[in-house]
């Protein structure tokens, strides 16, 4: 099993390491008298075998996860633990219990011979039951006992994790013993039935859980905002239920201060905007604008930061933004699509590494000797969701100063148009504004260039939505 070999291959680095350590240590002792500075220092050795001791250390903990790395993916990608893992990926991309059921039947029923029972604990409501005779001979007793055993020995008010049970449908410990498992949360038991249960690795079952939990969050947001949509007279509960996508506040982060401002042309929005610390100096920035308006874009919307939201690699962002264009294109709304600006401030190495998918206004307003001058972060990707995505889309990067004012804002902020029909992203007055206004704070910086909007729409009614996210990069922490 996986847990053991990693155990096993702990303890055969150490010893190597160590063994090696103290032969080198031995043939390195002082073989001359204490007092004879003039041939050898005692000193030397000691020195020389911290350095080795050093370098061991190092060469041991990356051979270890060199190794348990290509264990894992060997192990969860072979045999009958393979399938569960073809399982798991799968379910990432699961959106309604249509498509989870759709690889119920094809993964675990007709490849891993395995049988599933979906059912609501509190009110035995069930979503899903697999055909008999795939569990014939497994249990002690015919289905509809069984199922009705499981029901009574597994009642609502049981608590949330991954349980094992045996042929007469009692816990046991240890997967290898049992004839089954059940994975509940929140109400919900996902019972899977196998008569050789000691063929998967125990490690799989975890990684089951874990995504079987985000599913019934996906799940839950998306037949939410679409039974929403369907009744118009709920706009505002919609736009409420959408706004609890956007950060409520804005994260305080080391040398880094924020700001945002969101102004929906109706209830709804697609604009969509997050901050999201990754540790004490990276820290994870996105603001977006779906296609069209209303409902269907307040969907895709939320589909956009729930898909963010649960990816654990954040500055992945080659990875995050194929994720995006998979999940907004396994909705089939043929016309949606985003563009969207994703970057990674690091405040210690002075840098923001980006993608801009077809996003016009990203820039850094940036202090020179001549005053403050402006640098796009100029797109280097397509729009998201509707067409291919280079697999090798290239990570662009630019320097950051300490008073370096970074500007993401969605195309309702340039394109807003005065009574001449002259675009305010093309006037020199759009760029004063920005220049005078990098020396404030965020919240003032994004008041002012808000004010300048609405002046400069004068009477007229706004024709998009108006976001916009600004980071000012703070000075180094004396």
């Known amino acids: 099993m996986y847990k053991t070999k990693r ?6 680095v150490n010893l190597v390491a160590a063994v090696i350590f103290i032969t080198l240590a031995i043939s390195l002792a002082p073989q001359t008298k204490i007092n004879d500075y003039r041939i050898y220092s005692n000193f030397f050795p000691i020195i020389v075998t911290a350095i080795l001791f050093i370098i061991l250390s190092f060469a041991s903990v990356s051979i270890y996860t060199s190794y348990t790395e290509k264990l894992e993916k060997k192990t969860m990608e072979s045999g009958a633990t393979a399938y569960f893992t073809e399982f798991v990926e799968k379910l990432r991309f ?93 109400g919900e038991h996902f019972f899977i039935f196998c008569r050789y249960m000691y063929l998967f690795d125990p490690e799989i079952f975890p990684k089951i859980f874990e995504e079987f939990v985000r599913f019934q969050n996906r ?175 290239p990570i662009a990067e630019q320097r950051l100063f300490s008073g370096d004012m970074i500007l993401m804002a969605s195309d309702g902020v340039s394109e807003v148009m005065n009574e001449e029909k002259i675009e305010l992203g093309d006037t020199q007055l759009y760029t004063d504004t920005i220049k005078a206004s990098a020396g404030k704070s965020p919240d003032e910086f994004i008041n002012d260039i808000a004010n300048l909007v609405m002046d400069y729409n004068g009477d007229a009614r706004l024709h998009d939505d108006v976001t916009m996210l600004a980071a000012k990069i703070g000075p180094t922490k004396k």
């Open 7 to 12: 155990r096993a291959a702990l303890i055969v």
């Open 94 to 186: 699961c959106y309604s219990l249509e498509d989870f059921y759709r690889i119920i039947a094809e993964i675990l029923e007709m490849r891993a011979d395995c049988s599933v029972f979906y059912v609501e604990s509190v009110t035995n409501y069930t979503f899903y039951n697999s055909p008999n005779r795939l569990v014939a001979g497994t249990f002690n007793q015919n289905r509809s006992e069984m199922l009705n055993t499981l029901i009574e020995n597994f009642d609502g008010d049981w608590p949330d994790g991954i349980f094992f049970f045996d042929e007469n449908c009692g816990l046991v410990t240890k997967s290898k013993f049992s004839r089954g498992v059940l994975f509940s949360n929140c």
């Open 219 to 393: 799940s839950r947001i998306i037949k939410d905002l679409s039974e929403i949509s369907d009744l118009s007279r709920e706009w505002a509960q919609l736009a409420d239920t959408q706004r609890s996508f956007l950060p409520a506040k804005l994260p305080e982060v080391e040398r880094v201060k924020f700001a945002a401002y969101f102004r929906p042309l109706i209830n709804v929005s697609g604009d969509y905007y997050t901050v999201l610390p990754i540790d004490e100096h990276k820290t994870f920035v996105m603001l977006g604008d779906v296609s069209g308006k209303g409902m269907a874009a307040a969907l895709v919307m939320g589909l956009v930061m729930n898909t963010v939201k649960i990816r654990e690699d954040k500055e992945d962002l080659v990875g995050t933004i194929h994720a995006i264009d998979e999940s907004i294109k396994s909705m089939h709304l043929q016309d949606k699509y985003t563009v969207l600006f994703m970057g990674v401030i690091d405040t210690e190495k002075m840098r923001i590494r980006y993608i801009n998918a077809s996003m016009s206004d990203p820039i850094i307003i940036t202090k020179s000797p001549e005053g403050y001058r402006i640098k796009p972060l100029s797109s280097n990707c397509s729009i998201v969701g509707i067409i291919p995505l280079d697999d090798d889309i």
